[in-house]
């Protein structure tokens, strides 16, 4: 499977743009990109996922480059309510593989 | 979406004794549900595969005779955790994802909320 790195931690202010890339230089032809978001005490929350180039959902986009080695999430004007942390994971979607989630960025959004 | 729920959302058991967590994909079946385990400021750590009807795989480190696992049903996977030590508290998370005719473009994993062991 392939290992992602992100940032440990990011800050930012309410109404910015953030942007957290991800590394996944060993990624395969078959495995997707996708990006959690998890608050605390509770579980993972899905916000995008994507193959190659952009994906754009009411959330979030996701920047992929051609040769699909990292990845960007776009978070657009954040809010207080987007503190928490965000995970990057790298995986061919079978429904019968899990995720293996890495150390996360955790965001900290103020005003 | 689909709904994973866990029950119970938190558990404080004394030490020594044993505690079932069940997971259950509310409107969708779920041949394979998956157990994570994830302490204070830290990420979530696989512990285990369910397969229903078969035995549980578990992650290297993760003790099967410690941490019983049971997917009896396409909707239902239990944990027990067995004679619980404090250094068991963590936060237990299950996850599963529906299949692929009924998930969608998304192909996405549903977590459950998660259930907040405390041993004393």
């Known amino acids: 499977l392939a290992k992602t790195t992100q940032p440990i931690s990011m800050d930012s202010y309410e109404g910015q743009e953030v942007n957290i890339t991800c590394s996944h230089n060993n990624i395969a032809t078959n495995d997707y990109i996708t990006w959690y978001q998890q608050f605390p005490s509770q579980g993972p929350r899905f916000i995008i996922q994507?193959?190659?180039t952009k994906v754009t959902n009411e959330v979030a986009s996701l920047f992929i480059p051609a040769d699909r080695k990292s990845s960007t999430l776009s978070l657009p004007r954040v809010s207080l309510s987007d503190t928490a942390v965000y995970y990057c994971?790298?995986?061919?979607?079978?429904?019968?593989?899990?995720?293996?989630f890495g150390k996360g960025t955790t965001l900290s959004v103020s005003s | 979406g689909a709904v994973v729920s866990q029950h119970p959302s938190w558990v404080i058991c004394k030490s020594g004794t044993s505690v079932k967590i069940e997971c259950r994909s509310l409107d969708f079946q779920a041949t394979t549900m998956f157990w994570y385990r994830q302490f204070p400021k830290q990420s979530l750590m696989l512990m285990a595969t369910s397969n229903e009807g078969s035995k549980a795989t578990y992650e290297q480190g993760v003790e099967k005779d410690k941490f019983l696992i049971n997917h009896a049903s396409l909707t239902l996977s239990t944990l027990t955790v067995t004679s619980a030590h404090p250094e068991d508290s963590s936060f237990y998370i299950c996850?599963?994802?529906?299949?692929?005719?009924?998930?969608?473009?998304?192909?996405?994993?549903?977590f459950g909320p998660g259930t907040r062991l405390t041993v004393l």
């Open positions: 996850s599963a994802r529906p299949p692929p005719a009924t998930s969608g473009a998304r192909n996405e994993q549903f």
């Open positions: 994971l790298v995986g061919d979607n079978q429904a019968g593989t899990a995720l293996i």
């Open positions: 994507g193959y190659k």
